[in-house]
C-alpha cells in the first residue's frame, strides 16, 4: 500500500519568513495530493491540493510543487503569519471513484512573531 | 455549509464497554471514513464505506467495527473498549467520483479508563 511521510516533524519559522514542507510517497499509482491545516482544538481542512497532471499550484500566499519523477511534493508559505501555526498533513491517493487518502504523520509549523 | 457532524466531542468509557461512536453527514456523500489520531502517528483509517451497507477494514480495524444502514450516518463501534483505545476519533466524508478532499468532523476524543 501507500506510504507517505513527512519531513520535519516540527519547523519554528520567524512571521514573514517562507516555510516549506516536504512529503514523499511510494506509490506511483497516486495522483492526488491535498494538504491539509489542523489548528489547536479544530478539525483538519483542505487547503490545496494537487493533481498529477499539473506541476504547481498556487492559491494566495500557499502553493504545492509535485515531482512524479521523485515522488514527491511540497507545501509552500510565503509571508508567514502566527495565524499559520498548525500541523499540517499531506496525502496521497491513487485517485478513481472510491480511493482512499493515506496520511502523512504531520509537521507541526510554529510561526514566531 | 456542508457539515459533518460527531455526535460528542469528549466521551469517558470504562474498560469493557461496548462504546458507540456517531458520525453523520449533510452533503449526500457516498464515501464514509473513520481515523485516529495520536500524536506522533498521524492520522490511521480504522474502517471506511463507500456505500449503504459497505464496508472495508483500513489500516488498523481491530478491536473495532463499523455500520452504515443509511448514507448519511457511518457509526464506529468498540466492542470491548481497552485503554489503548483511547485517542481522538475523527470521521470523513468524500464524494465518489473523482478523487476529492475529504471534510472532516470536529473529532470525538474518547478517554478509556
Known amino acids: 500500500g501507500e506510504n507517505v511521510e513527512q519531513h520535519p516533524s516540527t519547523l519554528s519559522v520567524q512571521e514573514g519568513d517562507s516555510a516549506v514542507i516536504k512529503c514523499t510517497y511510494s506509490d506511483s499509482a497516486s495522483n492526488y495530493f491535498p494538504w491539509y491545516k489542523q489548528e489547536l482544538g479544530k478539525r483538519p481542512q483542505l487547503i490545496i491540493d494537487i493533481r498529477s497532471n499539473v506541476g504547481e499550484k498556487k492559491d494566495q500566499r500557499i502553493a504545492v510543487t509535485l515531482n512524479k519523477t521523485a515522488k514527491h511534493f511540497s507545501l509552500h508559505i510565503t509571508e508567514t503569519q502566527p495565524e499559520d501555526s498548525a500541523v499540517y498533513f499531506c496525502?496521497?491517493?491513487?485517485?478513481?471513484?472510491?480511493?482512499?487518502?493515506?496520511f502523512g504523520k504531520g509537521i507541526t509549523l510554529s510561526v514566531r512573531p | 455549509d456542508v457539515k459533518v457532524t460527531q455526535s460528542s466531542r469528549y466521551l469517558v468509557k470504562r474498560t469493557g464497554e461496548k462504546v458507540f461512536l456517531e458520525c453523520v453527514q449533510d452533503?449526500?456523500?457516498?464515501?464514509m471514513f473513520w481515523y485516529r489520531q495520536d500524536p506522533g502517528l498521524g492520522l490511521r483509517l480504522i474502517y471506511f464505506s463507500y456505500d449503504v451497507k459497505m464496508k472495508e477494514k483500513g489500516d488498523i480495524p481491530e478491536g473495532y467495527s463499523v455500520s452504515r444502514e443509511k448514507k448519511e450516518r457511518f457509526s464506529l463501534i468498540l466492542e470491548s473498549a481497552s485503554t489503548n483505545q483511547t485517542s481522538m476519533y475523527l470521521c470523513a466524508s468524500s464524494l465518489r467520483g473523482r478523487t476529492n478532499g475529504y471534510t472532516f468532523g470536529s473529532g470525538t476524543r474518547l478517554t478509556v479508563v
Open positions: 496525502a496521497a491517493s491513487p485517485g478513481g471513484a472510491n480511493s482512499k487518502l493515506t
Open positions: 452533503m449526500d456523500h457516498e464515501n
